[in-house]
């Protein structure tokens, strides 16, 4: 079992910039690690991957080039930086892991977070 433990969402103006940090219970090296979001009314989707190690990583075409994964697998915390913010990004925000290989499907991932409310205003 791993927990997950989402912070750093809030209210932040267009424009403006986050950090959420995602930290886990136990060692996550053996796990791959993403971000996802769900805004009211509309299917949970895919934000953002990163691999065991952080070698290689995965964006949604919405958020590339603003948003960035980051891991720290000694502090067993994965992040999520996210720059040029805009009103359709408002949503819940959600960590999730699976072991070994990253995905962009949420149904492959075993444990998630409780999530961590980003609002943007215009």
């Known amino acids: 079992q791993v927990q997950l433990v989402e912070s750093g969402g809030g209210l932040v103006q267009s424009g403006g910039s986050l950090r959420l940090s995602c930290a886990a219970s136990?060692?996550?090296?053996?796990?791959?690690m993403g971000w996802f979001r769900q805004a009211p009314g509309k299917e949970r989707e895919f934000v953002a991957a990163?691999?065991?190690?952080?070698?290689?990583?995965y964006y949604a075409d919405s958020i590339k080039g603003r948003f960035t994964i980051s891991r720290d697998n000694a502090k067993n915390t994965v992040y999520l930086q996210m720059n040029s913010l805009k009103p359709d990004d408002t949503a819940v925000y959600y960590c999730?892991?699976?072991?070994?290989?990253?995905?962009?499907?949420?149904?492959?991932?075993?444990?998630w977070g409780q999530g961590t409310q980003v609002t943007v205003s215009s």
């Open positions: 999730a892991a699976r072991p070994l290989r990253t995905s962009s499907d949420p149904q492959d991932y075993n444990y």
């Open positions: 136990r060692t996550q090296s053996t796990y791959a």
């Open positions: 990163i691999s065991l190690r952080g070698s290689s990583t």
